[in-house]
């Protein structure tokens, strides 16, 4: 048979401009909306690129109100979540920055953070190389000074991220 047919769970990826903070609200609104229990999300990219960022405005759009604290020293930040068709009943925020050896990751029992009703993110997953599972998504944040066709005024806020996941899983968020 010549039939084409897309593969959905192929690995595939696409590339966003972020203007400023609101539209990086904006993906992690999308993000949010189809997020499910089991899922893992790393967050990539260099000191203040917009990880931590990214997590407060997908912990708001599930739900979480109050301070949402950056995990530097405790390494995880945990949250019970509210019912949604995610069907997950927590959200761990993890910053592994500190980590000094990945094998640390099973020490702390961080694995078993992970399992099929919770969703966690992941900033600095490199730190934690090989002890991790494979990502739903992978999110890449980069400083964009050099785009040109942006608002001069929001310049400072420009980033460019990169999100790998699959075909099904994608194609809401482009
Ligand atoms: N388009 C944008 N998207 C996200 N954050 C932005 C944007 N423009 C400006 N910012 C600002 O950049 C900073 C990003 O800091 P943030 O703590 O999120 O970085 P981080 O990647 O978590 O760094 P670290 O590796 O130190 O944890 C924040 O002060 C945020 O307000
Ligand atoms: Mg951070």
Redo the contacts with the bound molecule.
Sequence with gaps: MNEITTDVTMPSDLQLN????????ELAQRLAQQVRAGDVIF?Q????????????HFARALGIEGRIK?P?YTLVESYTLNAGTHDATTLHHF?L?RLGDPREWYSAGFDEYLNDRTIALI??PSQAAGALPAPTFSLT?EHADDLTDVDVE?F????RVRVAGTVNRLSSLG
Excluded at 45 to 56: D, I, N, V
Excluded at 156 to 159: E, H, Q, S, T
């Design positions: 972020l203007v400023n903070e609101a539209a990086t609200a967050l990219g260099e000191l203040g690129a917009g990880k931590t960022t990214f997590t407060r950056s530097t910053d920055y900033e600095w944040f929001s400072d806020g420009v980033r």
